[in-house]
């Protein structure tokens, strides 16, 4: 009896348990597409847009950002007490130190507790804009609110992109947020098995004069001309995706990283590397509707912060300033006017302290601490592009089109392979029943 070699023997083996994960991995695309196509049309389409925020909402509101007044501008404490006097349901949370020259104020509140429902007043806006030589509030908006209206256009689009704008719900309104995350973490499962499945298939056969296999793989990369809609269609979904492999998925991990940072990625890169947690990783926040009142002035609170600042070495004025009354956390930021973003959009350098009793509770610098720490700072200069600089917004704008057309090519590619099967089924079922009723 003839032997067979074993690699033939082992071949034989390996060729179907290869043909099983290929349909198994056809299989999870398939369905993950599915789940994540219209969260990733909407996260495209609205993240395209949403790297020029600033620059399209003062070109569609110059009434609520730009100043009509000439003058010496008005100390910017006084202007907080003029927003916060003229409604006492409210407390300031966010502002700069001074107003941008040729710009209103812009003071960001929270809403207190209402005592007779125990919740927070309602209040139909989150911030205002005021003069800052009259000290007139010259307009007020709700920050994301569901409006297409030109004042609430770009907020309305940046938390659709990350929260699609879910409602508030057993005193959580996070819901989206973490929806958004989890289709993130199936995103870049899916990047990898899109990838996998363009690679070629292994030969049943070696031809000695056959093609290599880069060779085999070059066609993934090209869109044939001339070749019908539904084969440009289905080019451009896999030579797009695999041009564009790198970015997206730095755009999906970063997706997850900053939708489930507290949840799931501060944890494990704690776990996995040294981490120097500040305030917001080490606090746990009070419920929406049980803020902690503040027990620190803001006089106070910049005198400490500038002599904390003077005694690091650092050099820049206080550029801003926050209270975060869930997590009773008063934060100051340093940098010189317009610099904000100057280190590739990474964090500038700031101070925490306790809200209660003003006790410093952390600091951050940009591009310091441990390894873990810079690669946790990236995660939002990655994902805008900000890292590096107007080239990388443009490249994001443009990843953002081509996430949404990825998920429409594979939606169109879905329907017709579906549609296909369908009609073979119908045919199929009438060539047997057809077969069955012949005399």
């Known amino acids: 009896m003839r032997m067979i070699p074993f690699y033939a023997r082992l071949r034989g083996i390996v060729s179907p348990v290869g043909f099983c994960m290929r349909a198994l991995l056809v299989l999870l695309h398939r369905w993950f597409g599915l789940f994540i196509a219209a969260f990733l049309i909407i996260a495209g389409l609205t993240g395209a847009v949403i790297s020029w925020d600033h620059e399209l909402d003062e070109w569609l509101n110059p009434h609520l950002f730009t100043s009509q007044s000439q003058g ?3 100390p910017m404490l006084e202007l907080v007490r003029h927003v916060e006097n003229a409604d006492p349901r409210v407390r300031a949370s966010f502002f700069a130190l ?18 007779d429902t125990g919740r927070r007043y309602e209040l139909g806006y989150d911030h205002a804009f005021v003069d ?41 309104n996070r819901w989206g947020i973490w929806l958004m995350g989890a289709a993130a973490m199936v995103w870049l499962f ?31 990369w090209m869109i044939r001309r001339g ?17 564009t492999f790198a970015l997206l ?25 040294e981490t120097t947690p500040g305030p917001f990783e080490t606090r746990t926040p009070t419920a929406l509707h049980d803020p902690v009142e503040p027990q620190v002035s803001w006089p106070a609170l910049f005198q400490k912060a500038r002599t904390h600042a003077d005694n690091r070495g650092w050099d820049e004025p206080m550029g801003d300033t926050f209270y975060s009354d869930n997590f009773a956390v008063f934060g100051v930021r340093f940098y010189y006017p317009g610099e904000d973003h100057d280190s590739g959009g990474m964090k500038v350098k700031s101070l925490y302290y306790d809200g209660r009793s003003a006790a410093l509770i952390g600091e951050e610098e940009p591009w310091e601490g441990t390894v873990a720490d810079v690669f946790s700072q990236l995660q939002f200069p990655l994902h805008s592009g ?4 107007l080239p990388g917004r443009i490249i ?20 017709k392979k579906r549609k296909a099967r369908v009609t073979s089924k119908r045919r199929k079922q009438e060539a047997a029943m057809a077969a069955t009723t012949t005399p």
């Open 132 to 172: 800052p030589v009259t000290g007139e509030i010259v307009g007020k908006r709700e920050w994301g609110e569901i409006s297409l209206h030109p004042e609430h256009l770009m907020s309305f689009l940046y938390k659709l992109h990350f929260t699609l704008h879910l409602p508030e719900w057993n005193g959580i």
């Open 227 to 243: 070749a019908g809609a539904y084969k440009l269609n289905f080019d451009l979904h896999r030579a797009v995706g695999l041009w």
């Open 98 to 115: 001074e107003a941008e020259p040729g710009h209103n104020a812009e003071i960001w509140v929270d809403a207190k507790v209402n005592p």
């Open 249 to 273: 998925l730095m755009l999906a991990f970063t997706s997850f990283s900053l939708n489930l940072y507290r949840e799931i990625f501060y944890p494990v890169m704690s776990i996995v590397s």
């Open 396 to 415: 994001v704008s443009i990843m953002g089109i081509a996430v949404a057309m990825l998920s429409i090519t594979g939606l169109v590619i879905w329907w």
């Open 72 to 74: 010496e501008p008005l």
């Open 386 to 389: 900000r890292i590096v600089g």
């Open 190 to 220: 899916d990047t990898f098995i899109a990838m996998a499945l363009t690679l070629p298939r292994k030969r049943r056969t070696q031809k000695p004069a056959g093609k290599s296999w880069l060779q085999r793989w070059k066609p993934a």
